[in-house]
């Protein structure tokens, strides 16, 4: 009998652990259009996974790319199709985005949940 209620209290305290630090994964889609990104801002937790869908929704402008100097990921924006970027953002900070030319800006918000 101590030995079931032990077994019990341990499953207790592994469940309640492993869901205090479950991650938040979290997908934004973002369309590219001639005025740029929208949203332009998003905000995200640190270590939770993140999905952004991007769509260029016209030829216009220069949406054709969009690039994360420091992540290292450069993407093509074909008009009309969705591209998937994903990443696990692992400090608070701030993560730019931009078009290939740089005139389009975004920006990730990542803090500490």
Do not use: D, W
């Amino acid at each position: 009998m101590k030995i079931a209620k032990y077994a019990a209290v341990c499953l207790l305290v592994f469940v309640f652990t492993v869901s205090s630090v479950e991650a938040h994964p979290k997908t934004v889609r973002v369309s590219v259009t001639k005025k740029g990104f929208s949203p332009g801002s998003i905000s995200a937790e640190a270590g939770s996974p993140l999905t952004l869908v991007f769509t260029r929704r016209s030829k216009e402008g220069c949406g054709s790319k969009v690039v994360f100097p420091s992540l290292g990921i450069t993407k093509n924006l074909p008009v009309g199709k969705a591209v998937t970027v994903k990443f696990t953002p692992r400090g608070e900070g701030s993560i730019s985005f931009t078009c290939g030319m740089g005139m389009y800006k975004g920006s990730i918000v990542v803090q500490e949940h």
